[in-house]
């Protein structure tokens, strides 16, 4: 079977927990050339390489925190008009579910605080999206601690985990709405182009989670019970072997 | 009986045994993702060294192969009861994990760490 294409392979067996998993991850059809995902690829490359090496050997000071880090970019963004120095942009975040069991251990929302458009300066936030009246802010304890990112200075990575989870655990499809909000520093007379930024590269959802299916290796090895049997401590033998 | 097994079991290293060069041991082996046809859905890393296990089992399983009890019995068994009882093979013990970063069907961007990716020693049984 050589030449043929490993996914082809894959499929003859595909109740082995590891092909099953890879058959649903990987993408059917094959790209010549990895799309070009600008600055959330950039991001993950480099947590990516802070968590291990060049030949994908976990770093064992690794500080993620999770085996498993998935980066959901939004699905749509609605920008309203500009009220103010104020820009907003709704983001929507599809919540899709597991295809093995994997505990949501925490979840951040990545976006870029300070923005440069044109000859614009811009500060930006995020908060949770509600439906009428002014938008709540997360909490500032607990999960609401926002800090620029160690891994991307321009970045800065906001825990949110408490807002997913109540989502995570509702039924049917679920969308996390974020408000990305920014500021306009200089002078609000001037309209900003602001349908023309792509929220897609501004804002990017990451979820943690850990692997439950892990097991417990508990092989109890009793090579010694060969050295006691070359000694000469025959009953030690039977009594194993029996 | 059993004094009788005792002076029959081959002792280490006897001449009868499989050079050095030939025991079970790991073996460094590499391969790229391209080569396995899943370079157009992980991005990193390019090289990916699984190893493998390969050699002889010797007649005696000395401590260093971590070998369990029954690989020593069935050794016991393929010696001096039954040659059709195969002797232990010789396979990974230790594994490693591996880091990958990919981009999922649906455009995410996925790291995870999979289990048991990377053999780190061998042993028989």
Partial sequence: KVGQPSNALMADAPSLPLIRELLEEAPGKQRKKPPVLGHPLRYMLELYQRSADARGHPRENRTIGATMVRLVRPLANVAKPLRGPWHTQTLEFPLTPNPVAYQLVRATVVYRHQLHLARFHLSCHVEPWVQKGPASQFPSSETGSSKPSLLFKAWTEMDITQHVQRLWNQKGRRVLRLRFMCQQQKGSEIELQWHGTSSLDTAFLLLYFNDTHKSVRKDKLRPKVLEEFMEGDSSLLLRKAR | ?125
Avoid at chain 2, 60 to 71: E, M, R, T
């Fill in chain 2, 1 to 125: 009986q059993v004094g009788s097994i005792t002076s029959r079991v081959p002792g280490p290293f006897r001449e009868h045994d499989e050079p050095k060069s030939n025991q079970c041991s790991l073996h460094p082996f590499q391969v790229s993702f391209q080569q396995l046809g899943w370079d157009h859905w992980i991005i990193a890393p390019h090289l990916y060294t699984p190893n493998y296990c390969k050699g002889v089992c010797p007649r005696v399983l000395h401590y260093g192969l971590n070998s369990p009890n029954h690989a020593i019995i069935q050794n016991l068994v393929n010696e001096l009861v039954d040659q059709r009882v195969p002797q232990p093979s010789c396979v990974p013990y230790k594994y490693v994990p591996i880091s990958i970063l990919l981009i999922e069907a649906n455009g995410s961007i996925l790291y995870k760490e999979y289990e048991d990716m990377i053999a780190q020693s061998c042993t028989c049984r």
